[in-house]
């Protein structure tokens, strides 16, 4: 299906473990973007990636990990997850990046125990 | 960046208008002025953005004052599935769109 999907839909992970969350979109975007959202915080930007190869910090980029091998995914790694990690999680992709849009997925709730 | 100041929440009734306030006085003149929504258990949607001129597409409409430290956002007629919270983001830099707390709507039937 065309869009923009994330994987899974619900984690929950022990503290130290590593967890990688899935972000695939099938319109060959050239940006795309990592987000968590925290009750009290909004959403912020933890990195982000304006083509294949090329990754950018956000925000809050500290204790995670991206890769863009290929331009349809854009893996988030958590190395050693800790409580504070415990969020949702949304993937976003944009044509153009600044002006154009993004369209975002429907986010992963990933609790660390 | 630009500070965005938007009212916590507002309330509207099914099939009235809405006019969703949002004050951005330190934007700068090449900043655009994007809206998005976020309906409970999604990620965010794009609704609208803008420039200069005021700006209509099929969910919305966009008022942006002529000193730009201002814009309104405008649902024509509310439904019951707009009820969600709209953030206000005033021009980007480096692709670091960065949402504030929003505005919760709520629309009674």
């Known amino acids: 299906d065309a869009g923009i999907t994330q994987s899974p839909r619900y984690k929950i992970t022990e503290t130290g473990r590593q967890v990688t969350l899935m972000c695939h979109q099938t319109w060959s975007h050239s940006y795309m973007f990592w987000y968590r959202q925290d009750l009290g915080h909004g959403l912020r930007l933890i990195y982000y990636?304006?083509?294949?190869?090329?990754?950018d910090k956000g925000e809050v980029p500290d204790g995670y990990v991206v890769s863009r091998s290929k331009t349809e995914n854009f893996p988030l790694t958590l190395e050693s997850a800790t409580r504070s990690q415990t969020s949702v999680y949304f993937c976003a992709s944009s044509d153009r990046g600044l002006v154009y849009g993004y369209t975002f997925g429907s986010g992963t709730r990933l609790t660390v125990v | 960046d630009a500070k965005t100041t938007q009212p916590n929440s507002m309330e509207s009734n099914e099939e009235e208008p809405v006019h969703l306030p949002c004050n951005h006085s330190?934007?700068?003149?090449?900043?655009?002025i994007h809206w998005y929504r976020q309906l409970p258990s999604q990620g965010p949607e794009y609704v609208i953005h803008?420039?200069?001129s005021n700006v209509n597409n099929r969910m919305a409409s966009l008022a942006i004052a002529e000193d730009r430290k201002s814009s309104t956002l405008i649902l024509h007629r509310a439904t019951l599935r707009d009820a969600a919270v709209y953030y206000c983001i005033p021009g980007y830099n480096n692709n670091d769109m960065r949402f504030g707390a929003g505005t919760r709507l709520t629309v009674k039937p």
């Open positions: 803008g420039l200069t």
């Open positions: 330190t934007i700068s003149g090449t900043d655009y």
């Open positions: 990636s304006a083509a294949a190869d090329i990754t």
